[in-house]
């Protein structure tokens, strides 16, 4: 398909390149809300990423997330992911389908829509991830917090999502049956 | 709710009971495709029950299945009868939401419908658990076989279905994107 | 099935023999929160019924809901009630697929559960249906109203809803990406 | 988000910029199998595309599709290829969820995965979309037919579905419950 030769980060794009290619097209992303679950599959926590930026000092909350990159299959995308917000040993157990939640619209203007991403016009596959492991973020600036559905829910947490991410939050406590009342 | 003495199988009918009531609504039952899958999540093989007759000596294939008990709920009565037909070792991971893949109507009839069930009206909601321990059905009558989506999908195994399952099975295949073309 | 004389009225029941069957097995019924949406598929309002108790004063918010009849399909008791609680001239649209936005378990005693019921212990298949005529409803006691996405996520009409069921409503804005945040 | 000037044909691209982002990331893409149902939502029929080739004179089936343009939302695109490949009088009623029944993954090479398109790695969002009007595809090349569920899960009919939609047509059927046995 390609001319190019084999690539040792296939799928990888120089930055350049991702920038002309999101003025093109919309940006294929997975996310995944990782939760710890009982024997009888309820949710007992959500797993919310905290990121301190390093220029501002804010804190802002997140889902796990990243793109699909070309040949790469939605499911490696998503293991690929979790793996790179969770660590090695968070053992996810990934969806026996892939069809998700939620499917996330993102655009580039904050007010058009639900959630926006000042970088770009991204949908994104959405999925609630069991973990039974242990997580550990790779990256310095990340940090991972268990909240409760209630905690979860709550109107502050919520706002605090980035790009708008409470509206997903809460529709995947929905798909689980744990949004509080 | 009920004036009756504290029951020490609680939802647990006598016969006369249970035919009574079948006479007059739909039953409703839950019922499971164990599957084994990989890191992706994808189903690597499917488990299909094999049940002999005492009596005829024919063997049949079916699924995980039971009855939802007064007072308990889905998930209770799915994780009961995961034990009931797998063993207490098969370790089933419960889905985290409780919508099912199917809600799979058996009629009393057969004809009338692609599903039957000749004792009743029946009402199954259908989930594909995935499961990571050993299964060893618990009745003697009862054998587990794995197969894989190639093999369950073969016309004559969907036929040896009891009640017209091998159409819900199918739909079971389908919905974790595993029916083979 | 049955050795009953073919029966007027297949699936009713004597009120004692609907008591006496509700102390047996959890009742199975379908839920339906209607909806207009535009061209795009996009909820725009939502139908609430209000009823007024004749013996209370007090007014509740409810969903169109009924039992499924024994011999019926989901389908059918679908299409029945909501004739029964939106009259002739809803023009629903139902859903190609049977699987529910959420499966909703009503438990005798508060307290149990989110939701409940004093009856009896119901399943409750729930579904979201788009609607294109007039809703007219047959029984004097009930009356429709149309509310926006926001005015349905109200904390105060979920909360006047009937058993519980606020939480199953915003389940099903959730599940049609109309949650507000 | 873009320093270009306003677009007439937002979203559109030029071949080269078309390619060279096709070697890039995953192409978003909705797909849609058109259906006329019953008043009980049950599909009676599923309409397929028939394109003939000018160069080669061979016909091939496929489903509506089209990609999702930079700026798009998913309805939106959804709805306008619905629009070009059926015409402006088929009334289709988009879901009012955007969960599709499969997220389709598209490789280039044929053999790597079930679906392939030599053009490109694509990720297709799938509905079920009952259409209520008069069908006419306003491209010359292209036919509508309406097949029953029988005939369209038909073997032969199947595999001459492009880049192996065959499979994308019977998860169709399956998740609205008309796969045939």
């Given at each position: 398909m390609s001319?190019?030769?084999?690539?040792?980060n296939?799928?990888?794009?120089p930055d350049f390149a991702l920038d002309e290619t999101r003025a093109r097209v919309p940006i294929l992303y997975v996310e995944a809300v990782p939760v710890r679950i009982n024997a009888l599959g309820q949710v007992e926590s959500i797993g919310i990423l905290l990121r301190g930026s390093s220029t501002t000092g804010v804190m802002?909350?997140?889902l796990v997330s990243?793109?699909?990159?070309?040949?790469?299959?939605?499911?490696?995308?998503?293991?690929?992911?979790?793996?790179k917000d969770l660590g090695p040993t968070a053992f996810p157990q990934l969806?026996?389908?892939?069809?998700?939640?939620s499917v996330a619209e993102y655009f580039p203007l904050p007010g058009v829509s639900t959630l926006y991403?000042?970088?770009?016009?991204?949908v994104s596959l959405a999925y609630v991830v069991p973990v039974s492991g242990e997580c550990n973020p790779r990256q310095d600036a990340l940090e991972l917090t268990w909240l409760t559905p209630e905690e979860a829910a709550n109107p502050e947490v919520l706002a605090d999502m980035e790009g708008g991410r409470g509206a997903l939050l809460k529709e995947a406590?929905?798909?689980?049956?744990a949004l509080p009342q």
């Open positions: 001319v190019r030769t084999p690539d040792p296939p799928g990888w794009l802002t909350r997140t990243g793109r699909v990159m070309h040949g790469e299959s939605v499911r490696e995308a998503l293991l690929r992911n979790l793996a969806p026996a389908s892939t069809v998700p939640f991403d000042p970088r770009q016009h991204a406590l929905a798909s689980v049956g």
